[in-house]
């Protein structure tokens, strides 16, 4: 018995070899508060530049295309996009594409506009925790073969 007491003892104190760890700072915690929602506009060198309107909540992807439809406001951005357009996009998502159906024909857009349309979306697609590697297909009112695109941001 006394042989058996000595084995509970020295696994006892042998322990599993775990040893505590020091408090490990890994920054600030996610808050879920966005200050607002980046769109993508075009500045005068013909690049897109990211644009922060503070709505003081990132929002969903349809609400973040009618405010780039909406435009760029009072600023020295320019958009791509044509300005008459009807603001509602109809945003289907799965975990590999987004498909945004836009409200407007292929002449009313520019390839630098698509961008600007891509990459709010891929934008507001990941500051909302989706993947990086998503990609979006831009659907246009009338059938294109721009529409079978599959499309990324080209601003990293």
Same mark, same amino acid.
């Given at each position: 018995?006394? #042989?058996?007491?000595?084995? %509970?003892?020295?696994?006892?104190?042998?322990?599993? =070899?775990?040893?505590?760890?020091?408090?490990?700072?890994?920054?600030?915690?996610?808050? &879920?508060?966005?200050?607002?929602?980046?769109?993508?506009?075009?500045?005068?060198?013909?690049?897109? @530049?990211?644009?922060?309107?503070?709505? @003081?909540?990132? =929002?969903?992807?349809?609400?973040?295309?009618? +405010? +780039?439809?909406? =435009?760029? &406001?009072?600023s020295d951005l320019h958009t791509e996009i044509a300005s008459n357009a009807?603001?509602? %996009?109809?945003?289907?998502?799965?975990?590999?594409?987004?498909?945004?159906?836009?409200?407007?024909?292929? #002449?009313?857009?520019?390839?630098? =506009?698509?961008?600007?349309?891509?990459?709010?979306?891929?934008?507001?697609?990941?500051?909302? &925790?989706?993947?990086?590697?998503? !990609?979006?297909?831009?659907?246009?009112?009338?059938?294109?073969? @721009?529409?079978? !695109? +599959? #499309?990324?941001?080209?601003?990293?």
């Amino acid at each position: 018995m006394n #042989r058996l007491w000595l084995a %509970v003892a020295a696994l006892l104190l042998a322990g599993c =070899g775990v040893h505590p760890s020091g408090v490990t700072d890994a920054g600030d915690a996610p808050t &879920g508060v966005a200050p607002g929602v980046t769109l993508y506009f075009v500045n005068a060198r013909n690049e897109l @530049e990211p644009d922060l309107r503070p709505t @003081e909540r990132l =929002g969903s992807i349809s609400e973040a295309m009618s +405010l +780039l439809l909406t =435009g760029p &406001g009072n600023s020295d951005l320019h958009t791509e996009i044509a300005s008459n357009a009807p603001r509602q %996009v109809v945003v289907t998502t799965t975990p590999e594409v987004i498909q945004l159906t836009v409200p407007l024909a292929i #002449r009313e857009v520019t390839p630098r =506009g698509i961008d600007q349309i891509v990459c709010t979306a891929l934008g507001v697609h990941v500051q909302s &925790g989706g993947s990086r590697d998503t !990609k979006v297909q831009v659907h246009f009112t009338l059938t294109t073969p @721009e529409s079978d !695109k +599959l #499309r990324t941001c080209p601003v990293r």
